[in-house]
């Protein structure tokens, strides 16, 4: 026997059954041998869920496998219902997600997002006005070219019916602060540019410490301003953040020059001799 409830089918046993599906003239006849059943919960009426996101202040942005909390708050006592899908959006230049523990989740990259999308949540008991982890997604924070953004819960569907559901965002808001128009972290590690052999004779040896991700460019400058070579790199959040160049030199004249590390926002220079 089976009944339908809302739009929804459910079957009461298990064993062998069909699906018969119409559109005009067009018949699909599916068959089922179902193994296994959903057990169907009454959700009680006029029934008020919040599900939110906290404010993250001052993150380290160098922070590996950071939890963000999502809550569940319900207005009468509820067990074991199933939450189909959760969309959560955030900014890609800000949080990389890695893994939930409740449900399976895929995602996907949307302009300057990442769009996290679980599915199969379960939410096996809320107590009336009692604030409750609903999940947690764990993953990197980075520093990009931006330091804060939204934790934007876009959407929610429930396999049962619920009459209200409110979502509230959050928000990360990195631990950088503002010097001189430039940005650094508040961490035992900054953007730097050293040279190692200077004054240099043939090979320029330079050691570069980045943070940001993104790319990055190399130039020497003469004392007049003029661009005498340019080396280019890219940071992804898997590189040690340290880079080391050789750059040949053979073809400058004797004399005063920069070596200039041009970030993703900011740029840091070095002033270095040329003497043969």
């Known amino acids: 026997m089976e009944y339908s409830d809302g739009g929804k089918v459910y079957?009461?046993?298990?064993?062998?059954?069909?699906?018969?599906?119409?559109?005009?003239?067009?018949?699909?006849?599916?068959?089922?041998?179902?193994?296994?059943?959903?057990?169907?919960?009454?959700?009680?009426?006029?029934?008020?869920?919040?599900?939110?996101?906290?404010?993250?202040?001052?993150?380290?942005?160098?922070?590996?496998?950071?939890?963000?909390?999502?809550?569940?708050?319900?207005?009468?006592?509820?067990?074991?219902?199933?939450?189909?899908?959760?969309?959560?959006?955030?900014?890609?230049?800000?949080?990389?997600?890695?893994?939930?523990?409740?449900?399976?989740?895929?995602?996907?990259y949307i302009d300057s997002v990442v769009r996290i999308i679980i599915e199969n949540i379960k939410v096996s008991d809320l107590k009336s006005d009692e604030d409750t982890i609903l999940l947690t997604i764990w993953g990197d924070v980075i520093l990009g070219n931006k330091d804060s953004g939204l934790i934007d819960l876009k959407e929610i569907i429930f396999f049962e019916d619920v009459d209200v559901i409110l979502l509230e965002d959050g928000y990360i808001t990195l631990n950088v602060c503002q010097e001189g128009g430039s940005r650094h972290l508040m961490t035992d590690v900054s953007p730097s540019i050293r040279i190692s052999n200077n004054p240099a004779i043939d090979i320029l040896k330079v050691k570069c410490n980045a943070i940001e991700i993104g790319d990055y460019i190399l130039e020497i400058v003469d004392i007049l301003g003029n661009i005498?070579?340019?080396?280019?790199?890219?940071?992804?959040?898997?590189?040690?953040?340290?880079?080391?160049?050789?750059?040949?030199?053979?073809?400058?004249c004797n004399g005063n020059y920069f070596i200039i590390m041009r970030t993703p926002t900011n740029k840091y220079y070095h002033k270095f001799l040329i003497k043969k």
């Open 11 to 108: 079957l009461e046993r298990t064993g062998e059954d069909t699906i018969y599906a119409y559109i005009g003239n067009w018949k699909k006849t599916i068959p089922l041998n179902v193994t296994k059943l959903c057990q169907k919960h009454s959700i009680p009426d006029e029934m008020k869920l919040i599900i939110w996101a906290d404010t993250h202040k001052l993150i380290n942005p160098q922070y590996k496998n950071y939890p963000i909390p999502i809550h569940i708050k319900s207005d009468k006592n509820i067990s074991n219902i199933v939450i189909e899908k959760l969309i959560i959006e955030i900014d890609k230049n800000i949080f990389y997600p890695r893994k939930v523990d409740n449900g399976m989740m895929t995602k996907n």
């Open 228 to 252: 005498k070579n340019m080396t280019e790199f890219s940071v992804t959040s898997n590189d040690n953040k340290i880079f080391e160049f050789e750059i040949p030199i053979q073809n400058f």
